[in-house]
């Protein structure tokens, strides 16, 4: 079994490429977070996805869709027929 060091030698000069270019991909991370408005340290920047404007609003969609399937059912105790067995959901 080799470790970790045995195959950062084996591609050496890979290795070597990635130490130099992380920084390079640090700022490019940085910009693109600052463009999605998820820097941290920003009193708007929003780092948590469920603070995020989107996911915001697909929580309220969510439910709103919820309470409008709840009121949509029948309430079982407001029937004109109380002999016979409805189906809440349905109505039938």
Known sequence: MCSRTDRHLANYSAYQRWCQSTKEQAKYLQAVYGMADMVADSE?????????????????????????????????????????????????
């Open 44 to 92: 708007t920047g929003t780092s948590h996805q469920d603070m995020r404007s989107a996911e915001k609003q697909r929580g309220e969609r969510l439910v709103n869709a919820t309470v409008t399937t709840v009121e949509n059912f029948l309430n079982p105790f407001d029937m004109a027929d109380k002999d016979c067995l409805v189906c809440i959901s349905s109505g039938m």
